[in-house]
């Protein structure tokens, strides 16, 4: 079992920066690609963008160029620095992780292990 703990949500003004951090603990050896997903009032979880162990990453195009996702293999942990915050980021964030490499990282359903979320919000 791997546990996700997210932290570095907040309130921040549009235009400005937030960082997020994802650690993993328990059985993080079977944890291969990592991503983040965000979920808005009303609206459907989507994906933001993922990392697989080698450090390819992968986003969503209304965040390219704008977040950057990494991840430290000895910490266990990613992270999502956000730059040029939009009122339309706002949402729940959530990491995930796969516990087998699956080539759809956009999608959550090949996502074995989810964290609680951490709330973004962005005034205008």
């Known amino acids: 079992q791997v546990t996700l703990v997210e932290s570095g949500g907040g309130l921040v003004q549009a235009g400005g920066s937030l960082r997020l951090t994802c650690a993993a603990s328990?059985?993080?050896?079977?944890?291969?690609?990592m991503g983040w997903f965000r979920q808005a009032p009303g609206k459907e979880r989507e994906f933001v963008a993922a990392i697989n162990w080698s450090g390819t990453t992968y986003y969503a195009d209304s965040v390219k160029g704008r977040f950057t996702i990494s991840r430290d293999n000895a910490k266990n942990t990613v992270y999502l620095q956000m730059t040029g915050l939009k009122p339309e980021d706002t949402a729940v964030y959530y990491c995930?992780?796969?516990?087998?490499?699956?080539?759809?990282?956009?999608?959550?359903?090949?996502?074995?292990?989810w964290g609680q979320g951490t709330q973004v919000t962005v005034s205008s």
């Open positions: 328990g059985r993080t050896v079977s944890v291969n690609t």
């Open positions: 995930a992780a796969q516990k087998t490499y699956d080539s759809r990282w956009q999608w959550s359903g090949t996502y074995a292990y």
